[in-house]
Nanobody
């Protein structure tokens, strides 16, 4: 059974940092594109960052570029999101997602595996 489990969310003051992890299980995800999305209350889920399987190329939403870093450890079947200089507008439930392939995908409907989400709150 394929499963993605996020951890690392919490409450932090604006300007602070948090690191999220997403551990995949059930099979190897080394050939998958892996991404982070987020959903704030009353808003649609939006793309945050993606990392390709081979080579580790990354792509970010403009709103987080320069502040967030996505990385992966294929040996651990894990993808990470380091979030620095957090802003109140970063407050949301953060989800990791995966899909077999090696192209940049920013549309949530392109992903077929999802975690349950972890809450991130940046207070002003």
């Amino acid at each position: 059974q394929v499963q993605l489990v996020e951890s690392g969310g919490g409450l932090v003051q604006a300007g602070g940092s948090l690191g999220l992890s997403c551990v995949a299980s059930g099979r190897s995800f080394s050939s998958d594109v892996m991404a982070w999305f987020r959903q704030a209350p009353g808003k649609e889920r939006e793309f945050v960052a993606v990392i390709l399987s081979a080579g580790g190329n990354t792509y970010y939403a403009d709103s987080v570029k320069g502040r967030f870093t996505i990385s992966r450890d294929n040996a651990k079947n894990t993808v990470y999101l380091q979030m620095n200089s957090l802003k109140p507008e970063d407050t949301a439930v953060y989800y990791c997602a995966a899909r077999r392939g090696n192209v940049i995908m920013v549309n949530q409907y392109q992903y077929n595996y999802w975690g349950q989400g972890t809450q991130v709150t940046a207070s002003s």
